[in-house]
């Protein structure tokens, strides 16, 4: 096309220039993506989704079901000494973790050590298998193992029993939620663990800078898209394409909820950590699992996945593919808490030693050998998946005014 | 390798209209001895969640099945599936394996064998999964 001038076309080819000018300006942090690219980049989301709810928990999304898990989950008094309840470890301040390599459970009193990070809780209700290695096939059957954990709340069914009948309020809270406490033990203890499931279901991590840059990109409005950091546009290049990092960290909670080896040394004090093996084990022993009689699920179909689960020679050594939303509040990494640094986990992957894993596992890890800068532009990307607001200072979730909460104190 | 025992099929008898297409949706596998049409429910299978395979089985001549495996992988990563499907038989050479689970986007591919007396056959087709 040949633009010719003339007074009376000027004002307006400059007008356009300058439009055009202002565009660049505007879009020069946004790099081409190719639409292979940008629809490996949509399957991150939308977020937040809506949690579904869980069949097995009769009380799930029950709003003073929430309440009470809320109250129970930070009540001390489920361990018997009153020293430590969920939100010990499980801070709502640091994204539902606690920020130590390893909790500290009952460790200080020569009881003996936890050997793996603890979980944050965030985005849980979105999950399939619970804990590093899975043992676990719902978030209320979850709850009971740091509940009666000897290193944790050591805690038991009569003891939770005892608490719920003999507080009143909280009596009076399971009374309206799940009937008169009056029952066995071990079914009182599988409500409260149905009460703080559905209170754990309720946290949805927060929409990020990454989740505007996604959204933005697919409504095609360039110009929004073009405020996320080009760093971090360069870093999510490298995550869905050459990194293959999107394989296990997938979909819209970045994890494919399953589990792998890579590399990360599974030995312990007086052992191994076999992982999955020993999660797929410890799920299949369980009394609490979907399979068994405290399920509330009517449906069989509700209970497949953990049928259907196989045991093989490879879960030994493979631990939970944690999802990345709010990763950057949630150090240190990896099931051992071994890595304290985002950076550390991108070296980690640059320089994966091969050696470390199985011959039979998986073909898609290799060393990515990261140039300086490409370490930074994937720091810098996985950094734009934690929210930017303030720490959540309490739970906070259930906002439900019960009749049996205690009068305020005059 | 892990199989899959869809179970005992008692001399297979092949008839004229499990060999043509069940529907939409089915793909045609073929091996020297028969056809397979399989589905997935739901198409096209989703990553992390458990999907079914719905497949018809018949003999292209005199061939017999003792055993059908149902099985898929992922051949550039070898590995497998973290589930063993349940096979339920639902006559005329009609079979519906619950439980498959593709944990990973990529390509896959389904793998069937089929038992006879003069040995093993199989059946496989790729998928690419998004």
Same mark, same amino acid.
């Given at each position: ?61 029950? #709003?003073? $079901? /929430? *309440? ?5 989950? %930070?009540? =001390? @008094?489920?361990?018997? +000494? !009153? ?109 409260? #663990?149905? $009460? /703080? *499931? ?5 946290? %949805?991590? =927060? @929409?990020?800078?990454? +989740? !505007? ?198 | ?130």
């Amino acid at each position: 096309m040949t633009l010719r001038s003339s007074n009376r076309s000027t004002p307006r080819l400059i007008a356009l220039g300058l439009a055009a000018l202002l565009a660049q300006g505007a879009l020069a942090g946004l790099l081409e993506f190719s639409p292979n690219e940008i629809r490996a980049i949509a399957r991150h989301g939308p977020w937040p989704p809506a949690v579904p709810r869980d069949p097995s928990n009769r009380v799930s999304g029950k #709003a003073e $079901a /929430i *309440a009470l898990g809320e109250r129970l989950f %930070v009540d =001390p @008094r489920l361990s018997p +000494d !009153a020293s430590m309840a969920c939100a010990h470890c499980h801070r709502p301040a640091q994204s539902w973790t606690d920020g130590r390599r390893l909790p500290l459970g009952r460790a200080n009193r020569g009881q003996g050590t936890l050997v793996r990070n603890t979980p944050t809780l965030s985005n849980a209700g979105l999950g399939r298998w619970f804990g590093w290695g899975g043992g676990s096939d719902t978030i209320w059957s979850f709850s009971l193992r740091p509940i009666g954990h000897p290193l944790e709340m050591a805690s038991s069914a009569a003891q939770i029993a005892r608490m719920l009948r003999g507080d009143v309020e909280l009596a009076c809270r399971y009374r309206r939620v799940f009937g008169d406490p009056d029952k066995p033990d071990d079914i009182v203890l599988v409500d409260a #663990a149905k $009460a /703080i *499931a559905a209170f754990v279901e309720m946290l %949805v991590s =927060p @929409r990020t800078p990454f +989740d !505007a840059f996604r959204d933005a990109l697919l409504r095609g409005d360039r110009a929004a898209a073009a405020r996320y950091p080009p760093a971090a546009q360069r870093g999510l290049r490298l995550f869905v394409g050459e990194g293959n990092c999107a394989v296990c960290h997938f979909g819209p909670t970045f994890t494919n909820g399953e589990f792998a080896d890579i590399g990360v040394p599974f030995f312990v004090p007086g052992g191994v950590d076999r992982g999955r093996y020993a999660g797929i084990e410890r799920l299949r022993a369980d009394p609490y699992n979907l399979l068994g009689r405290y399920s509330d699920a009517a449906d069989p179909a509700v209970a497949s996945r953990t049928r259907h689960v196989a045991l093989q020679p490879r879960n030994f050594g493979e631990f939970k593919v944690p999802g990345l939303r709010n990763v950057a509040k949630t150090a240190p990494y990896m099931h051992d808490g071994s890595l304290a640094t985002l950076r550390d986990v991108v070296k980690h992957y640059s320089e994966l030693n091969e050696d470390r894993l199985h011959t039979e596992g998986e073909r898609i890890l290799r060393p990515l050998h990261l140039t300086p800068q490409a370490a930074v532009d994937l720091q810098a990307f996985l950094e734009s998946l934690s929210d930017d607001g303030p720490p959540v200072a309490s739970a906070g979730v259930s906002g439900v005014t019960s009749p049996c909460a205690s009068p305020p104190a005059r | 390798m892990r199989g899959i025992l869809a179970g005992l099929l008692l001399a297979l008898a092949a008839s004229a209209v499990a060999c043509e297409s069940p529907g939409a949706g089915y793909a045609r596998l073929e091996s020297p001895g028969f056809v397979l049409w399989m589905a997935t429910q739901p198409a096209p299978p989703p990553v992390g969640a458990e999907f079914a395979v719905d497949a018809v089985l018949c003999a292209k001549g005199q061939a017999q099945a003792e055993a059908v495996r149902f099985d898929a992988w992922m051949p550039t990563h070898r590995h497998g599936m973290n589930s063993r499907p349940s096979v339920t038989a639902r006559g005329d050479g009609r079979w519906r394996a619950d439980g498959y689970l593709f944990h990973m986007p990529g390509r896959w591919q389904f793998k069937f064998e089929i038992d006879t007396p003069d040995g093993r056959e199989r059946l496989t087709r790729d998928i690419e999964i998004e």
